[in-house]
T-cell receptor
Framework: GQNIDQPTEMTATEGAIVQINCTYQTSGFNGLFWYQQHAGEAPTFLSYNVLDGLEEKGRFSSFLSRSKGYSYLLLKELQMKDSASYLCAVQGATNKLIFGTGTLLAVQP | DSGVTQTPKHLITATGQRVTLRCSPRSGDLSVYWYQQSLDQGLQFLIQYYNGEERAKGNILERFSAQQFPDLHSELNLSSLELGDSALYFC??????????FGEGSRLTVL
């Protein structure tokens, strides 16, 4: 089976940097995803890691350590529009994608 | 626009009724996934199809069923509806492995 843990809520200040952690346990691993979801809207893809290391994409970076079952999403130069839920998801052996419960990020002025 | 189309966008029905949600995947995507998201809850995986065949099953209730047709569109059937079935139902598609592209969701309200 799969188990994914991430903090329920985080608060950060506009212009700052925030790191959202995700730990997981899975049988079979085909990659780890981060999605952003605004309330009532569809999740949108942010990043994908399948090998260990850091993937950078503009203001967003994601890190993976497969041996530790650990990932983080780093958001830089926070903007008010970054207030959303951030979902960590693990893709298992059958490519089934299981989501964590999400981290609700509130960006304050 | 992700390229995944879901209908209807909104649906209001009564307890005990049956509804069908429809999903058209992105052109060329063989995999279709269904997720349920209740208020303030995470995305719960229901079921996955690949090229017409069921590939993986999550915590899908026996009252729910799904299928993927030869043209790759998929339908999720929800029967004997209960108040607790009120949720956003998302469909997503992907080529094989990799990124899932989500539709806008179907919001079901059971009264």
């Amino acid at each position: 089976g799969q188990n994914i843990d991430q903090p329920t809520e985080m608060t950060a200040t506009e212009g700052a940097i925030v790191q959202i952690n995700c730990t997981y346990q899975t049988s079979g691993f085909n990659g780890l995803f981060w999605y952003q979801q605004h309330a009532g809207e569809a999740p949108t893809f942010l990043s994908y890691n399948v090998l260990d290391g850091l993937e950078e994409k503009g203001r967003f970076s994601s890190f993976l350590s497969r041996s530790k079952g650990y990932s983080y999403l780093l958001l830089k130069e926070l903007q008010m529009k970054d207030s959303a839920s951030y979902l960590c998801a693990v893709q298992g052996a059958t490519n089934k994608l299981i989501f964590g419960t999400g981290t609700l990020l509130a960006v304050q002025p | 626009d992700s390229g995944v189309t879901q209908t209807p966008k909104h649906l209001i029905t009564a307890t005990g009724q049956r509804v069908t949600l429809r999903c058209s995947p992105r052109s060329g995507d063989l995999s279709v996934y269904w997720y349920q998201q209740s208020l303030d809850q995470g995305l719960q995986f229901l079921i996955q199809y690949y090229n017409g065949e069921e590939r993986a099953k999550g915590n899908i209730l026996e009252r729910f069923s799904a299928q993927q047709f030869p043209d790759l569109h998929s339908e999720l059937n929800l029967s004997s509806l209960e108040l607790g079935d009120s949720a956003l139902y998302f469909c997503a598609s992907s080529p094989t492995a990799g990124e899932l592209f989500f539709g806008e969701g179907s919001r079901l309200t059971v009264l």
